[in-house]
Each structure stands twice: as C-alpha cells, then as structure tokens.
C-alpha cells in the first residue's frame, strides 16, 4: 500500500493540528479564571442552614443597594475547609470572603492569610462591633490583637430533654445537671416510650461530629489533649475516666446506630420521638422548635452537664474572613458588614421567622421582643451558655491554646478524626476504651513534639 | 439449568438496578421521609427534591454546572475519539515501528494515580492562571482517557479487513478520505464504544473538578455535593440532583446502545 504510506507525514500534522486547536481552545477560556472583576465578590461557604437563607435574601436586599454582585459557592463542612485551606494558604485569590470558624481564625492570622477588620471597623459606625458579644470577639481575633473575622451566627452546647416524657416518668431535671445524674436520668428514661432511648451522644467518627461533645466532657471531668508544656494526656487521668463514661451512657442508653450517629442523626431521632435527651449545639433548638417539628414546645433546656468545673458549654461561631489576596476588600467588607449586621438579623425575622434567625453574635438580638417571643423555650439557656464560655480557660489545668472543643492548631482536625475513629470503633464494640486509647495517645504524642 | 441462569441472571440484574431504583424512589420523597429509618415505602410522593434542585429556595441554578459538564464532557470527548482514531490507525492499520512499545507506553501513564498528579496540577494551572476555567478540564480529561482510548481503538481497527483498504487505495483514496468512508463506517461501534465511555468518565469525574474549578468552571458532580450538609437533612435533595445528573449518562447510553452492543463484542469472536 505505498499510498498510505506516503500519507503517513500528513497523519502526525492532522495529530498535531487536533492538539492545537485544544491549545486555542484553551486561550479562549483564559478569561474566565481568576478572582471577580467589577463589583463583584467570590463567597466560599459551608452548606448550614442559616447560609441557604442567605444566598436566597441576598440578591434582593444586598446587590439591590450596593450593586455588589455576590457569587457564592457552597460545600459541605469538610469540602469547604479542604477548599478553604486551598485557596487561603496559596493565597490564590479566588474568593474573596470565606466562611471560618473561631477554630481557623488564630492560626490563619497568624499565617498571614486574612485581611486585619479594625480598619474597616474604624469607618463603619453603623456596625456597632460592641454589640457582638464578648466571647464571639475575642474567639476571633488573633494574637496580635486585631480582629480577623465577624460572627455570622454562634453556638454553645446545651442539654435538650423532653419535658413530657420526664412528666410522665415522674423525672426531675436539675437546674444545673451533673454528667451523672444526666447518666442515671438517661438509664430511668431509657424506654419509656416504644424504640426511645435515654440519651442522644454523637458517636460519628469526625473532629467536628464526635469529638466536639466528648472533649467538653473531658474538660469537666478534669481531663485535656495537652498539658499547658504540650504533654499528650490522652490516656491517662480525666481524659480516660471521661471517655470511659462516654463510651458506656451511649452504648448502655445512648441512640441506636450511635457509631454512625452526627449532629443530623440525633436531630432527627429527637425529632421522631426516639431519644428522650439530648446533648449537642444550642442551634439546633431553632430546629426542635421550628415549624413543623412534632417536638415544638415539649423540649427543655438546661446548660451543659458538668462534673469538677462550673460549665462546660462549648463556644463555636461560623464567621466571614476575607482573603488577605483579594482585590476587593471593600466590597467584601461591605458584603461581611451586611451580613453580620443586626439589621439582617431583621430582615430574616421579618422575611422568613424569627426561628431562623443566625443568632448567638450579638446582645441586641437577645433584647429584641420578637426574637424572644419565638424562642422564649431556649433564647435564655443558649444566651447563658454563649456569655459563660471561657475558651482561654476551660478546664481545670492551663491549656497550650485556646479552645474548649478543640485544639486550636491545624494538626488537631486529622489527630482529632483519627482518634475519634477509634472511639467510634469502641462505640460500636469493636475494641475497648483503653485500646483505642493507648492508640490514641500516640498519635497525640506525634503531634505534641512538633510543638514543644 | 437454562432456567437457573436466567433466575440468577435476572437477580444480578435487580441487585444492580436496586440502588438506582431506590436513589429516584427516594427523590420523591420529603426530606423527613427520606431520612427515616426503617424506610417509610408509604409516604406521600412529591416533587420538592427537584424544586430544590433548581433553586427553588436558594436560587441557585444548575445550569452552569451542567453546561460546564456538557462542555467538558462533550468537547474532550470528541477530541479523544479524533485522536485515539489517527493514533488507533498509526498503531493497527499502519503500524510504525515499534508499536508494541507506543501501545505500553500510552497505557504506562494510566498507571499514575491520578491523585498524584492532582498537586502538581494544581500548581501548575494556578500559575498559569487556568484555575477554575472549564477549557482546562476539556485538556485534562482528553488526556486522562486517550490511553484507554487509545487501546479501545487500536483493538477495533485491528478487525478492518486490509483488503477493503487495499481496495480503497488502489481506487485512489487519500488518508482522510479513507479514514470517513472506509475505516469510520466499518469501525462505527467501537466509536460508539470509545466515545461513549470517555463521555460517562468525564462526566463523572469528580476528583479534579473538585479541586480546580470553584465559582465559574464547577461542573455538575461538584454542584451534587453543595447540597450535603452536616446541619439538616439534604437525602431526598441529593438523590433528585444524582437523578437529573444521571440522565444524559442515561440518555447517552441509549443512544449508543445498538452500536455498543456490536462494539464490545466485536473482536471477541474470530
């Protein structure tokens, strides 16, 4: 066949010529990349509830009268960290303002990878940074003094029990519960109606599902991760006996499945009548008494249980950064400023429900009637649980950082996962409590000598 | 006996079908519905899954992701059936020499993780300022399916009889004349094979896209996981979204169907 082969140099110049046209192709697209032009911002954002709401008011309320447009992008909890760190530690630029935690906020300005707000405080009178309450500022400004992020809504940890359920069974919740009579209370309730259980724990392995509730049980109980000279404590002491405890009140009364049990599945079993307490984040209250739960107006709120210390609430806050890299500061300054601002919490009272309301960050919204009057059941108890939390000191002995649920060094997310898988494996009654812990440990010990 | 492979045949069949019954059975249902646990098969059916979907309370429209999903899908698709055809031709029809070797040699990049390059990628693509750009996933997912390709066509033209090419020559045909009237027709379902397999992986591809695109380039497998959330119940949400995603898979494969079926077994029989 010499006529094909001649052809044989035109076969490698078609090869060649394909190959091309995806290079132009790829020039054309150049413009699409990159960080917003105009008067636009990129928001990165975690998939909760109360951001839904607020992609759906912004359009209408915050590009209407500022003609910001505000493309926002929205992951699950551990997509968006991912993606955050990403984008923040290259300082890419993609996103302008980002949705971080009180958890992020210490080491990303410390990085260097925020954009300081006290300049922008400085001109913006009508924000009042007053009125965010005291444990909100201080959870999100760095060492160096300045503030590096706005709360959008903030939460503690409190007790939810059925009140009906207690009548019923003749129970009596105290005022101030301690984790062993909340135990004995869980065991007397446990069954009380057909497939309920005592207690709700989260048993989901993840630093953010099952860690965040156990450590505040291992503060109270007199434990902690690290001593104040980064000395792994994981199995020994508070920390053990907390675990321990832990570990047999959801295995003896704790929700069935409670080794694939978060936040949502306990929400859900609170909701469908199949636990009778529950321990968990001071948001979820607005769902309990939401529309449409079958629980409205038949849970009680008592703060969280304790053992050697004077509470044992958690303090966690999804908050705005904004990207040290972005070209529009002012702009996102303005999308933060209207977002946290009283004046939206308003808006969304007066457009959706005062229920739904992104609460926990400001003073004013705990005096506001309407708020008060849709969350008379829980706006006290949560308002006490947020004011009393005492990151810098939440245990019995002084911590290395700051935090009460958390660490606050970026190691802790993976260190605090992996040992969570472990427990869960214990929950489950594949291994038992010190294994999982003498494992622990050393994955503890890892991470400690980094540091000391 | 006949009778006992088709019981087990139809079981295989239900047991691979099931988990895609019960994803569009349960996108019908509300969300308490759908998260209740032993499942409720009597609850009322609706549509609000697919109102969520469509932004119905967020506003967000998946249109752009799913056009970026089609540009990705479609455009890297055609450009890998072009490719792997003239490479297929160089390697079966017209062997250069040492084909064996270039045939391994495209299979030897599959054998990378793609993982692993996800961080050069991703370094490279910001330097160059292609982060978050559709064109980019158009060049990475022709690359990452060419060698397969590659291999799917080498082995189908392999079966275009020589002497319908002889004949063609003889008759004067030039390459590009020969590749659309004599070697595309005959070839015609392995095309369908290839480019319908390229099509599924590209659409599906989630790894890369999750990681490279962001506001403008995201395509429709990173748009599915906005809607999982660790604060509320999002099932019956996630499975409308996996439904609707799954149709032009569905679509596509339908229409390849006839061709396929002699594709994959083209070949196999001598």
């Given amino acids: 066949m010499p006529n094909l082969r001649v052809r044989s140099g035109r076969l490698a110049a078609a090869v060649l010529a394909a190959g091309c046209a995806a290079g132009v192709l790829t020039g054309c697209g150049g413009a699409g990349g990159g960080s917003a032009g105009g008067h636009s911002i990129n928001v990165l954002m975690v998939n909760n509830p109360q951001m839904v709401d607020l992609q759906k008011l912004t359009a209408k309320h915050f590009t ?14 551990n997509d968006v960290r991912d993606k955050i760190t990403q984008d923040f530690s290259s300082q890419a630029g993609r996103y302008d303002v980002a949705s971080i935690s009180n958890f992020e906020v210490p080491f990303y300005a410390k990085n260097g990878w925020l954009d300081a707000m006290d300049p922008f405080l400085a001109k913006d009178s009508g924000f009042d940074q007053h009125d965010v309450l005291p444990t909100m500022r201080q959870s999100l ?36 519960p301690t984790w062993q009579q909340v135990a004995d209370l869980a065991a ?3 069954g009380a109606k057909p497939g309920m259980r005592g207690i709700c724990l989260r048993g989901q392995p993840g630093w953010g599902e099952m860690i965040a509730p156990l450590t505040t049980v291992v503060n109270t109980f007199g434990g902690t991760w690290f001593t104040k000279d980064w000395q792994a404590q994981v199995d020994s002491g508070g920390f053990k006996q907390a675990t321990q405890f832990y570990v047999d009140l959801v295995r003896r009364h704790g929700e069935a499945g409670a080794a694939q049990s978060g936040f949502t599945e306990c929400l859900n079993g609170m909701e469908q009548g199949k636990v009778a307490m529950w321990y968990d984040a001071t948001s979820a209250a607005g769902s309990l008494e939401g529309q449409g739960s079958p629980v409205a107006g038949k849970v009680g709120y008592v703060p969280a249980p304790v053992t050697r210390t004077d509470s044992s609430g958690w303090l966690y806050t999804w908050a705005w950064g904004i990207q040290k890299a972005s070209r529009h500061a002012d702009d996102a300054w303005k999308f933060v400023s209207w977002a946290s601002s009283a004046g939206y919490e308003k808006l969304v ?46 245990g019995v002995q002084p911590r290395p950082t700051p935090g009460i649920q958390f660490v606050d060094i970026p190691e802790f997310t993976d260190l605090g996962t992996q040992v969570s898988q472990q427990l869960s494996g214990a929950i489950a009654g594949r291994t038992s409590v010190p294994a999982a812990l003498r494992a622990s440990q050393r994955l503890a010990d890892a991470v400690a000598k980094k540091y000391r | 006996m006949r009778r006992i492979l088709g019981v087990v045949a139809w079981l295989v069949g239900i047991a691979f079908f099931f988990p895609v019954a019960w994803m569009v059975f349960t996108s019908l249902h509300s969300e308490q519905a759908a998260a209740t646990n032993p499942p409720d098969v009597t609850a009322p059916l609706t549509l609000d899954g697919y109102r ?70 991703y370094l490279i693509s910001q330097r160059i300022g292609l982060l978050d750009n559709v064109w980019l996933m158009v060049v990475l997912y022709t690359a990452m399916n060419l060698p397969i390709a590659v ?8 079966e275009v009889p020589v002497a319908i090419l002889e004949a063609a020559a003889l008759d004067g045909a030039r390459l590009p004349t020969v590749l659309r009237r004599v070697i595309l027709p005959v070839a015609a379902p392995g095309v369908a094979a290839t480019a319908l397999i390229c099509f ?10 999750r990681v490279l695109t962001g506001v403008v380039a995201g395509t429709a497998p990173v748009f599915l996981t906005s809607f999982v959330t660790s604060q509320g119940l999002f099932l019956s949400k996630v499975c409308a979204a996996a439904t609707v995603i799954s149709v032009p898979v569905l679509a596509a494969g339908f229409a390849a169907q006839n061709k396929l079926v002699q594709g994959l077994s083209l070949g196999a029989v001598k």
């Fill in chain 1, 64 to 77: 209407k009268q500022t003609g910001i447009t505000v493309n926002f992008t929205v992951l699950p909890e």
């Fill in chain 1, 349 to 394: 009272g007066s457009t959706l429900g005062w229920a739904r309301v992104p609460a926990g960050k400001r003073a004013s919204t705990y005096a506001n009637p309407d708020y008060q009057k849709a969350s008379a059941a829980f706006y006290r108890a949560t308002q006490t649980a947020i004011t009393t939390a005492d990151p810098a000191n939440p």
């Fill in chain 1, 188 to 190: 007397k309730a446990d």
């Fill in chain 2, 52 to 121: 969520e979907f469509f932004g119905a309370s967020t506003g967000a429209s998946p249109w752009p992701y799913l056009i970026n999903s089609a540009t990705a899908s479609l455009v890297s698709t055609l450009l890998v059936v072009i490719l792997a055809m003239l490479a297929g031709y160089a390697l079966a029809i017209r062997p250069v020499r040492r084909w064996t070797d270039a045939l391994f040699f495209f299979l030897s990049t599959k054998m990378l993780p793609a993982v692993a390059g996800l961080l050069p990628i």
């Fill in chain 2, 151 to 158: 291999w799917m066509m080498h082995s189908f033209l392999r």
């Fill in chain 1, 141 to 176: 400004t760095g060492a160096d003094g300045k503030v590096y992020g706005e709360p959008f809504y903030g939460e503690s940890s409190f007790l939810m029990y059925r009140k009906d359920v207690f009548a019923a069974k003749h129970l009596t919740m105290p005022a101030k």
């Fill in chain 2, 200 to 209: 599924i992986f590209s659409w599906n591809e989630m790894l890369f896209a």
